[in-house]
């Protein structure tokens, strides 16, 4: 109620007091009740005048009392920007019986943005929780026999693929695909990288066994099975057709009555790109100059495989342990200069000459000894022939497209 209102109910309460006083005086006759009547219409009249009086303006700002002021709310702190992560980093951590991974997102100056524990599993000789690593924005890794798929900047799990349900051993990131495969199976498992199962191979061959590289030329994979080979560092390689997924020995998969290039080509596939660090190469050479060149695979440090070709199928040749990793040398007609030797206490070197007879590569004779000529004139007679120098690693297969 406002101001005016109040004054007018106070003036109203004098008047009813005072009458009310006066007919006490007169004895309570008719003519003061009559009187009180009468002011208690004023009264209604004045209150009801004092309504209309507000209606009309609209407004009782000016005479009510002034509303205390609020306090303005504190405006909610902005949440600090995230970081980017620079980095993910898998920590394996063992725990009794049992293992676990920590894996922690990094920003540029090592401050964590996201991190968690992966659950804990049954210790074993094979790795439960492998890292896969990286690809754009986000993270691969197997936790037990499940592929994950987390991402980069929140660490958030986009999805996991159970069917893979191996131990990784092998991996290989893909245009479309991440590719793996464990040394308890499976042989191959190709997954999409929105999760998708494409292709899971249990077992190429039964002969053959631990899977444990993987390596992508091509449209093809290359699997390196290491079990039920007579030699452990020679290993069984498959190779699987990444549009059909059809399987092949790397040794069948280029048949006789394809050309040269072709066969070359897959011979090439029986061989890793790398081993014990140091990358296989190979070069074409005109062995014995029929006009179709051999293949010379350089492997290890040491050693050398020739194959020719004799318009129908590949013949390899036997073999060869050559001590240096830049001894072979031209020669002008069926033949190749071989520069040998350097071990032993005596270290003696020779100059050695190889001929082809029937497709194969044969020793023919000794050009020169350190045991007869000395290490100058054997190098200055070196210095005389054209250096076979141009190797190139064995995924590249310019030479052979160009031939």
């Not at 003519?31 to 309504?51: C, H, P, T």
């Not at 592929?147 to 893979?164: A, P």
């Not at 050559?322 to 069926?334: F, M």
């Not at 270290?347 to 007869?372: A, D, K």
Request: glycine share 8%; with cysteine; proline share 4%.
């Amino acid at each position: 109620m406002n101001r005016k209102r109040w004054m007018i109910l106070a003036v109203c309460m004098l008047v009813l007091l005072s009458l009310a006083a006066c007919g006490k005086a007169d004895g309570g006759d008719d003519s003061g009740a009559a009187a009180l009547e009468s002011a208690l219409r004023q009264v209604r009249d004045k209150l009801d005048e004092a309504k209309h009086d507000e209606a009309e303006s609209g407004s009782t700002a000016d005479d009510s009392e002034p509303e205390p002021e609020k306090t303005p709310e504190p405006a909610a702190a902005a949440e600090p920007e995230q970081s980017a992560v620079e980095r993910i980093e898998l920590t394996r951590v063992p725990s009794g019986g049992d293992e676990y991974a920590v894996i922690t997102g990094y920003d540029a100056a090592e401050n964590t943005v996201w991190s968690f524990e992966t659950p804990r599993f049954v210790m074993t000789e094979m790795t439960s929780v492998v890292e896969l690593g990286q690809r754009d924005d986000r993270y691969y890794y197997v936790e037990n026999t499940t592929v994950v798929c987390l991402d980069v900047q929140t660490g958030t799990r986009l999805w996991e693929n159970s069917d893979y349900a191996g131990r990784a051993t092998g991996f290989a990131f893909g245009d479309s695909a991440l590719y793996l495969c464990g040394q308890y199976g499976p042989d191959f498992f190709a997954v999409s990288y929105t999760g998708e199962t494409l292709a899971r191979i249990e077992q190429f061959d039964p002969n053959y066994y631990w899977a444990s590289e993987i390596e992508l030329r091509g449209d093809q994979a290359l699997v390196y099975l290491y079990g039920g080979t007579p030699n452990y560092d020679d290993p069984m390689i498959f190779c699987v057709d990444l549009h059909t997924y059809a399987v092949s020995s790397a040794a069948d998969t280029a048949p006789a009555g394809q050309s040269f290039a072709e066969q070359y080509r897959a011979v090439l596939l029986t061989y890793p790109a790398e081993i014990s660090g140091y990358k296989t190469e190979h070069t074409l050479y005109d062995i014995d100059q029929d006009g179709t060149p051999e293949l010379i695979v350089h492997e290890d440090v040491s050693y050398y495989y020739i194959y020719s070709f004799d318009g129908e199928q590949v013949i390899p040749s036997e073999k060869f342990y050559w001590n240096y990793s830049n001894g072979l040398y031209a020669y002008d007609g069926n033949g190749l200069v071989v520069h040998d030797g350097g071990q032993g206490f005596m270290r003696f070197e020779y100059v050695e000459f190889y001929t082809m007879t029937g497709h194969q590569l044969e020793w023919s004779e000794e050009l020169m000894s350190s045991e007869n000529y000395t290490y100058s004139e054997i190098r200055e007679y070196l210095d005389t022939l054209t250096p076979i120098d141009n190797f190139i690693p064995i995924t590249d297969d310019s030479y052979l497209s160009n031939s």
